[in-house]
């Protein structure tokens, strides 16, 4: 037993002894009075390299610019190409013999876009869908879709990143719309709309719901929905865009313009949605919704485009293209022009 306590008590007089090497260390022979003051250097001059020189060539269709801006696509001839802004780098999408892009979109979140392609064998159509990652330069195929004619095409593309789910529109000869819904998993069906002729879509960001127009008869339904999204006074509905916390944007139109904007969710009474008046009448075609929920509007005569909420306006050059999610693009003498919002 007195060996146990001999024991146990030079254990505590070696950790006394340690502390009180540790504590003259910490607080005598690596004390210091000088004062240190930190300052983080910023270079900022990493984001300021100016974009490289990209030329549209006048035959160029359907230019499109990259949710961020870094990309600018379009068709030239037979052939999609993507340009880096950043570097003046140009690549040509290849595609099998027989097969034309019949539309391509952007994705909203990233450098990649959805392809619907066209395929012709010995006389029979049908259309494909896939995607091609401008990053990792890789295009893969995501699904067969359906038959086609010869006057068919893809008109729209619709897709959430968080929902990991695909609406491709499919314009029939004769004007019936079609509408494919596809899933992560590469299942794929046909959704039955209430439109024979389906007019602007949008999807939601957080829901596996699409709203889309019946373009005949003016109004707008959303999937998984029985009746028509209704706005007491508004005989005209059309649809504008949703943002990101799945608010729908409906403006009401008269005489060819919009005069107000609605918005709001879906799960809520249209009569206690948000009304945004505008200013004057504005062309549907020049009203933009950012997925912030900023509503914006162009002015290809002033070349400025103005947050409605907050008045500020951004003046661009040239030929006004569209909308990313820090500036305007535009192109102007045949060269695409990126202008930061203010």
Same mark, same amino acid.
């Given at each position: 037993?007195?060996?146990?306590?001999?024991?146990?008590?030079?254990? +505590?007089?070696?950790?006394? +002894?340690?502390? &009180? +090497?540790?504590? $003259?260390?910490?607080? $005598?022979?690596?004390?210091?009075?000088?004062? +240190?003051?930190?300052?983080?250097?910023?270079?900022?001059?990493?984001?300021?390299?100016?974009?490289?020189?990209?030329?549209?060539?006048?035959?160029?269709?359907?230019?499109?610019?990259?949710?961020?801006? /870094?990309?600018? &696509?379009?068709?030239?001839?037979?052939?999609?190409? =993507?340009?880096?802004?950043?570097?003046?780098?140009?690549?040509?999408?290849?595609?099998?013999?027989?097969?034309? =892009?019949?539309?391509?979109?952007?994705?909203?979140?990233?450098?990649?876009?959805?392809?619907?392609?066209?395929?012709?064998?010995?006389?029979?159509?049908?259309?494909?869908?896939?995607?091609?990652?401008?990053? /990792?330069?890789?295009?893969?195929?995501?699904?067969?879709?359906?038959?086609?004619?010869?006057?068919?095409?893809?008109?729209?593309?619709?897709?959430?990143?968080?929902?990991?789910?695909?609406?491709?529109?499919?314009?029939?000869?004769?004007?019936?719309?079609?509408? $494919?819904?596809?899933?992560?998993?590469?299942?794929?069906?046909?959704?039955?709309?209430?439109?024979?002729?389906?007019?602007?879509?949008?999807?939601?960001?957080?829901?596996?719901?699409?709203? $889309?127009?019946?373009?005949?008869?003016?109004?707008?339904? &959303?999937?998984?929905?029985?009746?028509?999204?209704?706005?007491?006074?508004?005989?005209?509905?059309?649809?504008?865009?949703?943002?990101?916390?799945?608010?729908?944007?409906?403006?009401?139109?008269?005489?060819?313009?919009?005069?107000?904007?609605?918005?709001?969710?879906?799960?809520?009474?249209?009569?206690?949605?948000?009304?945004?008046?505008?200013?004057?009448?504005?062309? /549907?075609?020049?009203?933009?919704?950012?997925?912030?929920?900023?509503?914006?509007?162009?002015?290809?005569?002033?070349?400025?485009?103005?947050?409605?909420?907050?008045?500020?306006?951004?003046?661009?050059?040239?030929?006004?293209?569209?909308?990313?999610?820090?500036?305007?693009?535009?192109?102007?003498?045949?060269?695409?022009?990126?202008?930061?919002?203010?």
């Amino acid at each position: 037993m007195k060996n146990v306590k001999r024991i146990i008590t030079w254990i +505590v007089l070696s950790l006394l +002894v340690q502390f &009180a +090497v540790f504590f $003259y260390i910490d607080k $005598y022979y690596l004390a210091t009075n000088t004062t +240190v003051k930190l300052k983080k250097i910023e270079n900022k001059n990493l984001d300021k390299k100016p974009d490289a020189e990209v030329k549209i060539p006048e035959s160029a269709e359907n230019i499109s610019v990259s949710f961020d801006g /870094k990309y600018v &696509a379009y068709y030239d001839g037979d052939k999609l190409q =993507v340009v880096n802004t950043k570097t003046g780098e140009i690549r040509d999408i290849s595609f099998n013999e027989g097969v034309k =892009v019949s539309y391509y979109k952007w994705l909203s979140d990233r450098n990649r876009m959805l392809i619907g392609e066209k395929h012709n064998t010995d006389g029979s159509y049908g259309f494909k869908l896939s995607y091609y990652d401008v990053d /990792k330069n890789t295009k893969e195929e995501i699904k067969d879709l359906t038959w086609a004619d010869e006057d068919s095409e893809v008109e729209d593309i619709q897709a959430s990143t968080l929902t990991n789910v695909i609406y491709v529109k499919v314009a029939r000869s004769g004007g019936k719309s079609s509408i $494919y819904w596809i899933n992560i998993m590469n299942e794929m069906k046909k959704i039955n709309t209430k439109a024979y002729l389906v007019g602007e879509t949008a999807i939601l960001y957080h829901e596996d719901k699409l709203l $889309y127009e019946d373009a005949t008869y003016h109004k707008i339904y &959303a999937t998984n929905m029985e009746d028509s999204i209704d706005i007491d006074g508004v005989k005209d509905p059309r649809l504008l865009g949703v943002d990101s916390d799945d608010n729908a944007y409906i403006g009401s139109m008269e005489n060819g313009k919009i005069t107000k904007i609605y918005y709001g969710l879906l799960e809520n009474p249209t009569s206690k949605w948000n009304v945004i008046p505008l200013s004057g009448p504005v062309d /549907k075609n020049n009203i933009y919704i950012s997925e912030q929920g900023k509503v914006m509007i162009n002015d290809n005569l002033k070349g400025t485009i103005k947050e409605v909420s907050t008045g500020k306006e951004t003046s661009y050059k040239g030929k006004f293209l569209q909308v990313y999610s820090t500036g305007v693009a535009s192109i102007k003498d045949g060269k695409l022009i990126k202008t930061n919002f203010k």
